[in-house]
């Protein structure tokens, strides 16, 4: 593998109308310029991902990822990146505009397998829209059949690049110009209609979204001699929750919401109680897979609202930890989470505190 990705983050789009450059502002659930990075990664097409930026990026704890600082136009930060890269042994590079998050890893990969006859590689659309431009104070019809919007991740041969960019002294918008001023071939392939620029405010809002909900239910008995674990971590109590696994019940209700949203039958089918293997396993490893599974299939939570139904222990008590471990094993922020109390009157087995309860309702958000 002997790709390298160039995405670039240091424009300061001025139609974007925000002291928080647009790179860096919330965008579905993450930072904007996150989409295109977290894609590269789960492509597993890139040795080396560099980010181009003129902020400095804390918190990306991945080795292959590095920051660099960027020039003041597009085409001298691409300059700085491939001088940054030059003495690194890299056959390939992908270009890629931070502004445009929502292109598809298949995308990536169409274009990588173009490249093995090509040196250059461009995804392009066509437009409906009717087209007129504008010569000696005239407007002139402009047939659109002949028009090619270039998008990126464009991709190029790293040498034949370097060398074009190198001797580049004119500002341009986007490599495939610099090898179209310099009468190099370029592949063209079909882009995608969601992988537009975000420029101003409204195209956060362009792409539709879906919402799916689902709800969960969970009951343990509680015996003395097993240790309490409740969303994922150990709470001080005299019993623990009964179980083929560590009992943990909102866990259990939180995995079958999002197992109802994602419309994935149960927790029962996927880990079946009579599967000695899975004897005593631990919640979140139950869990981490199905996160894994909602990522990849590009649905986001939106929140999670939880009933612990029990006697004790006392929920106003445990709430806090609990809901900032729920945080890190959904990976949302706790202000995305509720966590309720909800005692029976001292009403059945509940009431005489030997089993708890839980139900959660999960809401996912899915983009298309
Ligand atoms: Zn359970």
Do not use: W
């Not at 149960?266 to 979140?284: A, C, E, H, M, Q």
């Not at 009933?307 to 094993?329: A, D, F, G, Q, Y």
Request: glycine residues 6%; positive net charge.
């Amino acid at each position: 593998m002997t790709n390298c990705f160039i995405l670039l983050a240091a424009g300061k789009g001025k139609r974007f109308k925000s002291n928080n450059p647009k790179q860096f502002t919330n965008y579905i659930n993450k930072p904007l310029f996150m989409h295109s990075v977290d894609k590269a990664l789960e492509s597993r097409l890139f040795k080396s991902i560099i980010i181009v930026s003129n902020i400095p990026i804390k918190n990306i704890r991945n080795k292959s990822v590095k920051v660099i600082k960027g020039g003041k136009e597009r085409y001298q930060s691409t300059q700085k990146a491939l001088n940054f890269i030059k003495n690194r042994k890299f056959k390939n590079v992908f270009i890629h505009d931070a502004a445009r998050p929502n292109f598809s890893i298949k995308l990536l990969k169409k274009l990588n397998a173009n490249l093995k006859k090509n040196n250059a590689v461009v995804p392009f659309i066509k437009t409906d829209d009717s087209t007129k431009y504008v010569k000696n104070n005239k407007i002139h019809n402009l047939n659109r059949d002949n028009l090619l919007f270039t998008q990126t991740p464009q991709c190029f041969d790293l040498k034949s690049l370097y060398k074009l960019s190198n001797s580049n002294k004119n500002i341009v918008t986007d490599e495939a110009s610099l090898f179209l001023n310099n009468n190099k071939k370029i592949k063209f392939i079909k882009g995608e209609e969601n992988n537009f620029k975000i420029t101003t405010k409204s195209d956060l809002r362009k792409l539709n979204v879906k919402n799916f909900y689902g709800i969960g239910f969970d009951i343990h008995k509680l015996i003395k001699g097993k240790k309490l674990y409740l969303g994922g971590i150990k709470i001080p109590f005299h019993s623990g929750l009964q179980g083929h696994s560590d009992g943990d019940v909102i866990l259990h209700a939180i995995i079958d919401g999002l197992l109802g949203a994602m419309r994935k039958k149960d927790i029962g089918t996927l880990y079946p109680s009579n599967k000695v293997k899975l004897k005593n396993i631990r919640s979140p490893n139950m869990l981490s897979p199905i996160m894994k599974t909602l990522n990849k299939e590009g649905y986001f939570i939106n929140n999670v609202d939880i009933n612990l139904i029990c006697e004790k222990p006392k929920v106003s008590i445990i709430r806090k930890k609990i809901i900032t471990s729920l945080s890190n094993l959904l990976s949302i922020n706790k202000d995305q989470i509720n966590l309720k109390g909800k005692t029976v009157e001292k009403i059945g087995l509940i009431g005489k505190e030997k089993a708890i309860a839980c139900e959660a309702i999960v809401a996912l958000n899915y983009y298309a």
